[in-house]
């Protein structure tokens, strides 16, 4: 961004430039290996941690970064502006650590966290199955207690970091007869060679297709019962509706930055290409076109400006949370759309960054809650 965040401030920009370096330097030179494989190296997550990319909003005592909610926005906008759709540190960072920081017991954090921080673990979560999407009080996989132990029981699809996941908190029902009241998280910690579970296929994807995406089956994993966050069994639909609106609040952070982005490319892209003995910027329809797309971008940053200050001082309710998420992300669409366009051919090679946003865009308005389920979220409140 050319103008400071009103919720940024110089400890805030030192964390973007870092993180914007990283990913120029160390991630994005490697993506069409990342594309090819289906997920980014490992080692960069390890990376990641040497440099305090990792957990910046836990505290300290934790092995985090001691920061804000500011901080976890400047990592996301530098990595989508440099170009990175490979690593999944929005999930990593602001959505799972923040689960076992707030739910988790003392010994539980003193265990993972540090590890998150540093990179030895990598973070994932497991909501969605293949027959529930969005609707999560009907998820049927079952954590049944035996003694000291769950034995979990089910499988997972569409999990970000699925493939490298070191950590993974499943959403279960402990329960089944209690609906909603029924699910409980429990934070499992997996390898290749855990007895009960099994990484499934790295999936393969219209856009995103550097990310790790997979899905996840457990078959009599066995985890312990100090394992459940929250202090008792059935919290689990609560704490997610707890945490979702800053998930959701992500979403919107990635879908402005991307928006950004692509006005940003397009207006350079526009003002070097010719055609019929001018530049494509020096047509009507060029600068028409791309003087909606600023407007809409700089709208939506001031909208996304204002939700991070709410969030910031515990002032961003769900409802403005949904808003946030299904418009911006949206609005990203069509941007996206209109400045493809303006590329002509070129915008349809996969070569060029702007097709990178376009497919991209396209999960945002599925994830975190579909933009439909967002719409009946804000209807609630009216």
């Known amino acids: 961004m050319s103008v400071r965040a009103p919720w940024s401030d110089d400890e805030v920009e030192a964390v973007r430039e870092l993180a914007t370096s990283f990913f120029a330097k160390e991630v994005v030179p490697n993506r069409e290996k990342f594309i090819a494989q289906g997920y980014p190296d490992r080692n960069l997550y390890n990376r990641a941690g040497e440099l305090g990319l990792l957990c910046p909003a836990i ?5 985090g970064g001691g920061g804000t909610f500011a ?13 990175d759709d490979s ?3 929005a999930v990593h960072n602001p959505i799972v650590a923040p689960y076992i920081y707030h739910y988790g017991d003392e010994e539980l954090k003193k265990r993972i966290l540090p590890k998150a921080a540093s990179g030895e673990a990598v973070l994932s979560i497991a909501m969605t199955e293949p027959g529930t999407g969005s609707d999560l009080q009907n998820i049927k996989t079952r954590a049944d207690r035996d003694g000291d132990e ?6 997972k699809i569409f999990i970000t970091n699925g493939h490298h996941c070191d950590v993974v908190i499943i959403a279960a029902k402990t329960d089944p007869s209690k609906g909603a009241a029924g699910v409980s998280l429990i934070v499992a910690e997996v390898s290749d060679d855990t007895p009960g579970f099994r990484r499934g296929r790295v999936l393969s994807k219209i856009g ?15 985890v312990p019962v100090s394992n459940l966050l929250g202090d008792a069994e059935g919290q689990g639909f609560v704490q997610l509706m707890q945490q979702l609106p800053q998930e959701r609040l992500i979403t919107g952070i990635i879908a402005v930055s991307m ?21 494509l910027f020096g047509f009507q329809n060029t600068k028409f076109e791309l003087a909606e797309c ?4 700089r709208i939506s940053r001031v909208f996304l400006d204002d939700c991070i200050q709410k969030h910031q001082v515990g002032a961003l309710d769900v409802q403005t949370a949904a808003m946030a998420k299904y418009w911006l992300t949206d609005q990203l669409g069509v941007v996206a ?8 051919g070129y915008g349809f090679m996969t070569e060029y960054p702007i097709s990178q946003i376009y497919t991209g865009a396209r999960v945002l308005r599925i994830l975190a809650g579909s933009n439909e389920i967002m719409k009946d979220l804000i209807s609630r409140t009216l």
């Open 59 to 63: 505290p300290a005592e934790y092995g």
């Open 71 to 83: 901080h976890e926005a400047a990592i996301v906008e530098a990595q989508i502006r440099a170009g």
């Open 87 to 89: 690593m999944g540190l």
């Open 150 to 155: 769950y034995v979990i029981t089910g499988s």
């Open 208 to 222: 995103g297709k550097a990310q790790d995406t997979a899905e996840l089956f457990f078959d009599g994993l066995r």
């Open 259 to 279: 928006m950004e982005a692509a006005v940003e490319m397009t207006l350079e892209y526009t003002k070097g290409r010719e055609a019929f003995g001018k530049t």
């Open 294 to 297: 600023a407007t809409i971008a």
């Open 337 to 344: 759309d209109r400045c493809l366009q303006l590329f002509g």
